[in-house]
């Protein structure tokens, strides 16, 4: 049996939230955030396009580093990188085809190599991301104070308020930062194509413009180089331009986000960016060399062919401000492409699920603000130093390149094997993806041998770590899964016995109310146990027989053993029990302090609370009273037994864990008993319905509705709708699985968000029903 229910939306964030991320956006109006191709390219375009600005000039760096003479060279191998590319895009292009579904590298890998490439491509992307955001804004810096020179000491501080502002734009939307960064996107397209269009048009003519004019000093390496280009420096230069790929995977990962039909959309985007990166790449490098364009501190290649076609002026600095922008923007592909494939990761269970939730505006917001945290940190410990920073950098993608490209190639030979039914192409699609494989992998060498000693092994490091913890991970959420669905626990036909423990503190309207509570179930045992300080035996007996009248039990004076958890776990466990009975131990609390300082002031209580859960069959509960409650002093315990008690247990999934707490909820002999379902995902929830009914609960389910993927509104409501009788007093009912200290991280604590919830609301009880796990 079950009920379905709506919650009406809220009425609005908080106003400093409003204010930075917007108000919040319903899960029916996720369609609604679907990016078109005019949005979708600057979001996800950023980061390749900015490549072209500093690729060519790798290759040139390159090539001088080696021969003087070398520089003639950087055209034919830019035609290769560009070759390289259009290899690279036609590939991803069929793998949006074929996974529509998003994931890219680690997708494709995974279903075709394996697990473990899966992973490793995973791992990759996860670290090239972040260094793309940190790379990219540090590049952009730099572009602003080498035009002011005197914001150069803090570049370290500006390069944090970039990356703190391109993360409040994305929390906010990907239609949102796509409308934002749009602009300067298509400004920096439309200027670099003017200044290739004008500089190719000057050099078909005789005209052709020379950086020579602009009296710059080389670099120290580049007039010292004199020996002959050898072919591992032609194979440098190659990795080095190969720089101008990255980005170009990005697509692939964030399918989902694209207007339907997604993947033909996709697909469109991938090309239009192919296109534009190809010309734009190779009409730089094209001029670099026809201006004679050198490696200098003063002025970067872009930069010199620009002032070299506009002669300095308004196209010059034009140039200089979008390039500039683009570099710093270039961060906002990887915070598109990162939350979707941390999302893809956690439903796969090797990420936290955390990765999964959806913020107020429908964003992966988790995986935004921990991508910002990581490249905040590389910012921070490398100084803002981009020169160092770019020795992490490219490693990463290439990784993910080879494994996807070689994971197509097995794709097209599990076609080959259908026989007739194969998919037509396949012939030549194989070929493109193995000489791709095989080209991306002599990058890969290249890359990992020439970068390695000057920091290329600290990123191979980082996805090794990663690589290793998502199986473990996995292992993990696997094995927490079979034990809470072992089947242990059935509805009992009768109702188990339970006991309480009432842990005297001090004489409050709390305690009052906590008495009340108890006596309104009868328990077949019932104790009370004191374990204060600063009162004599004699004071604290004489009170409690105010507080308790005719027919309470004897209060126990417990010698304090270390700390109260200690005490109270000793005393625990030795009260004689059955297997199936409960003890509960009931908590009274005066909560006076707001709840940032209610953590720092009741340390030991909160200790004690979550120490308890761990003890067999103990269930907790907390009886808060705020400390504006309005009332006497409370000592006539017999008037504070609430007319009616309802007890409200709150599931999120059907297990032992839940079955437990269905048996304890009736013991407490509640007025009524309802069993609630807060549907973040109403697409999930048919399934607990079904797996309610197969139970036979005797407690109905009721589906409530959570649009807005926030529980506070739902469950105040629930709870708010029972205590707005005052003469009746809500139990809120949690089921609470325990896991190793250790592995808390990997879980979304809903628990202690629900007893974080309830302290300070009036008539209302929070119970703790621990299940601990057997892994």
Known sequence: MSTILTTPSPKSTSPFKRILVGRRVASGRLEHTLLPKVLALPIFASDAMSSVVYAPEEILLALLAASAAAAALTIPIAGAVAILMVIVVASYKQIIKAYPGGGGAYTVSRDNLGITPGLIAAAALLVDYVLTVS???????????????????????????????????????????????????????????????????????????????????????????????????????????????????????????????????????????????????????FLAVNTHATISEERSVVAQVAHAVFGGGFGFYAVQVFSAAILVLAANTSFQGLPMLAAILAKDRYLPRQFMNRGDRLVFSNGVMVLAFFAGLLIVVFRADLNALIQLYVVGVFTSFTLAQAGMVKHWLKEKEKGEEAEKGWRRSIMFNTIGAVTTFVVLIVVTVSKFAEGAWISILCMVILALTFPVINRHYVSVIKALRRGRVKIQDRVVTNRVVLVVRDFDKSLAEAIGYIRSFHPPEFRAVWVGKGRTPAEVQARWQEYCLAGGPELEILERKGSLLRTLRIYVRGIQRDRPDFITVVVPEMVRERLSLYFLSHFGLIRMKSGLLREPNVVLTDVPVPGDAMGGDGSDGKSLIPNRVVALLFVSAVNDATLWAVNYARTLQASEIRAIHFALDPAGSGAIIDEWAVHGSPVPLELTEAPFRDLTGPMLAAVRSVTEREDTVAVVIVPEYIVKKRHRILHNQSALFVKRLFLSEPRTVLTSVPWTLEM
């Open 135 to 285: 790379v990219s804004i540090v590049a952009g810096v730099i572009a602003i104070t080498s035009a002011i020179p005197h914001l150069l000491p803090y570049k370290v501080e500006i390069s944090l308020l970039f990356l703190v502002l391109i993360m409040l734009v994305n929390l906010r939307g990907a239609k949102e930062s796509g409308a934002v960064f749009a602009v300067p996107v298509y400004l920096f397209i439309v200027t670099v194509l003017t200044m290739i269009v004008v500089g190719v048009s000057k050099c078909t003519f005789g005209q052709c413009p020379d950086v020579a004019a602009q009296d710059l000093t080389p670099i120290p390496e580049v007039l010292k180089a004199t020996g002959a280009i050898t072919l591992f420096a032609i194979l440098k230069a190659f990795s080095s331009g190969s720089a101008a790929l990255t980005g170009v995977e990005a697509i692939s990962n964030g399918v989902t986000a694209f207007k339907r039909p997604q993947a033909r959309n996709a697909s469109r985007t991938l090309m239009m960016l192919a296109g534009l990166a190809i010309v734009m790449f190779m009409g730089i490098a």
